[in-house]
């Protein structure tokens, strides 16, 4: 079959929620676009990540929430319908169907190209095709790298022949295992641990470092560990995996401390790298494999004429789907204006410069109990020289929190920028406290005086009452 030629004026590498969103803003500046996808439209956060995981996580927490109810306690006495919640978590991902997304390209206008697409050159992507065709694209304006991250392994000799679970495979698995190893401390380990647990599986968690959750406030790890331990995990510290091998259909896990584990899977949950490998970045001067490097408006700052643009994880600066899909609306809109010679809005809030994705960073993690940060922890605070106070309190303690059941257990932090007047970060762990984390973003990101704080008023009685709580020993 012979090769195609295409002219458009923006190419978008990777039809993820940041890919779409680049796409979209794009299209309606009235740029014609085009998105090339190798595997689904939707990418990882609709099939394997966001979608999934919190289909498996939200019967975990709605049943750990009844348990702390008289009245309803006994009511939820018995194990989760694993096949009923895996069967919902099939429905979340359209059963790995991307023909919804699909018609919303269509619906906006934006093309699709299927097929492993890489840079070939300045403003030019060479997409391979299923059928074998060559489809070769040129960009008049921009090319936007979209294309995420993928799960980092570490260099265990014959972890290939094991078969390891990575995130895919855990949000996707089709049956609970017998025993889950689950290597790692961050998000996705105590996420899936907790998911897995619950639906019949017996999870060991295997943490090189002394803590879970590392990047965020300590006690949010401990508090997490305390809910995996309460719910019949085995969480384990300071201890590194040596050896795997597969026997006889189950895994045999060597540990550092001279030990030895069992499991029939075994999930490694130990970072991320970017999706660059092969999507010829030496093409145009720069490392295949490497994160990206780029300025406020997500432009890549190695390459000449400012032409590249990589948006999203890929360029390292706040791996996650919410973040991603931020930069790209602001990176759509700064190609639409450059292309039409129109001027940046380059203010700290303007509309064409990122600065969320670096100073006021939320994220909720959906365990039991629940996590929700934004912004600096106290000792990142205390790194970059801010002099600060920190300020907890016990959420059990707030008269909303009891309404959520006997035995509540919670922590929430502020920290303080005791020379401008505002919040760095703010933490909360407890049932529930997701919900909270949008009023502590806006504090955050707005740079909210501490003293006006006092004047947003919280609903009475509900947990938002912490917010009074935490002002009122920030006064003494």
């Not at 195609?4 to 590498?13: E, F, G, K, L, P």
């Not at 401390?185 to 907790?194: C, I, K, S």
Request: with cysteine; net charge negative; glycine share 12%.
């Amino acid at each position: 079959m012979n090769d195609a030629s295409r002219t458009y004026d923006v190419i978008v590498i990777g039809a993820g929620p940041v890919g779409e969103n680049v796409a979209d803003r794009t299209k309606a500046a009235g740029l014609s676009t085009v998105v090339v996808e190798s595997e689904l439209v939707g990418g990882e956060c609709s099939y394997w990540a966001c979608m999934p995981s919190k289909a498996l996580l939200r019967p975990v927490i709605a049943r750990a929430d009844a348990r702390r109810l008289p009245g309803l306690s006994r009511a939820v006495d018995g194990p989760l319908d694993a096949a009923a919640v895996l069967g919902r978590r099939d429905e979340f991902t359209s059963h790995w169907k991307d023909d919804g997304q699909v018609a919303w390209l269509d619906s906006v206008g934006v093309d699709l190209i299927r097929g492993h697409g890489r840079l070939d050159g300045p403003r030019q992507v060479a997409v391979r095709t299923p059928d074998g065709t060559t489809v070769r694209l040129t960009a008049r304006h921009a090319v936007a790298v979209c294309t995420g991250t993928t799960a980092a392994l570490p260099p265990l000799p014959g972890l290939a022949e094991v078969e390891p679970w990575i995130s895919r495979d855990a949000t996707s698995a089709k049956k609970a295992p017998g025993r889950l190893a689950v290597v790692g401390g961050g998000v996705v380990a105590v996420e899936m641990a907790n998911a897995w647990q619950a639906l019949g599986s017996r999870v060991t968690v295997l943490v090189r470092g002394r803590r879970l959750l590392p990047r965020m406030e300590p006690f949010a790890g401990e508090l997490v560990a305390d809910g995996l331990r309460e719910a019949g995990a085995d969480v384990r510290f300071g201890v590194s995996v040596t050896s795997v091998a597969r026997e006889g259909g189950e895994v045999r896990i060597g540990l550092d401390d001279g030990g030895e584990l069992a499991a029939d899977e075994i999930l490694f949950a130990t970072g991320r790298k970017p999706h660059t490998d092969d999507i010829g970045l030496d093409t145009v001067g720069l490392t295949p494999g490497d994160w990206l490097d780029v300025d406020d408006t997500c432009r890549v700052t190695a390459v000449p004429d400012g032409w590249l643009y990589a948006v999203g994880d890929v360029n390292h600066r706040a791996l996650l789907t919410h973040q991603g899909k931020y930069q790209g609306r602001i990176a759509g809109a700064v190609i639409g204006a450059r292309a039409k010679g129109e001027p940046l809005d380059e203010r700290p809030w303007g509309a064409h410069v990122t600065t969320a994705d670096t100073a006021a960073v939320p994220q909720v993690v959906f365990t039991d109990p629940e996590v929700g940060a934004v912004g600096m922890t106290a000792e990142e605070a205390e790194r970059a020289g801010r002099r600060t106070k920190v300020v907890d309190y016990d959420l059990a303690n707030v008269a909303g929190a009891s309404l959520y059941g006997d035995g509540y257990r919670g922590r929430a932090r502020m920290v303080v920028d005791l020379d401008r007047g505002h919040l760095l970060g703010v933490t909360f762990v407890g049932p529930g406290v997701g919900e909270l984390l949008h009023s502590a973003t806006v504090a955050v990101a707005g740079e909210v005086p501490v003293e006006r704080l006092w004047h947003a008023v919280p609903s009475y009685p509900t947990i938002s009452e912490i917010w009074l709580r935490l002002l009122e020993t920030y006064r003494g």
